[in-house]
């Protein structure tokens, strides 16, 4: 990972799972942890999460490169949280259109 002046930084994956199973209902995670802006509706939730979570932490990723925020931020975590289950993201008025079109796509709030 890389910082905003361009230094490289060390990241700690210690919370990465690797499931056993191959089916696909075997592979989910009930685990909570870190930013709660980064958070998927289903972790929230609380019915499991997989490969759609990290998915839309992606998306938060990409609307904060672009953009400079968070988009779902907000005073309180509590509030962060509201943001996500609803699907309220404010982008601000530099997003382009395209980018907007991918983050509507990405961020859905039944991963089913």
């Known amino acids: 990972m890389i910082d905003h002046s361009g230094h490289i930084k ?4 210690g919370f990465a799972k ?3 199973s191959t089916k ?11 930013t709660p ?3 998927a509706p289903e972790v929230i939730k609380g019915i499991g999460a997989s490969f759609p979570a990290d998915i839309w932490s992606l998306g938060v990723m ?3 490169i672009y953009t400079g925020t968070k988009p779902f931020s907000s005073g309180s975590p509590k509030d962060i949280y509201e943001n996500i289950i609803y699907c309220r993201a404010e982008y601000g ?5 395209q980018c907007r079109l991918l983050l509507e796509r990405i961020f859905v709030v039944d991963p089913g």
Do not use: N
């Open 37 to 39: 802006d980064y958070t």
């Open 93 to 97: 008025s530099g997003l382009k259109l």
């Open 10 to 13: 060390l990241i700690d994956f």
């Open 18 to 20: 690797q499931f056993k």
């Open 24 to 34: 696909a209902e075997d592979q989910r995670t009930f685990t909570t942890c870190g």
């Open 62 to 64: 990409i609307a904060e």
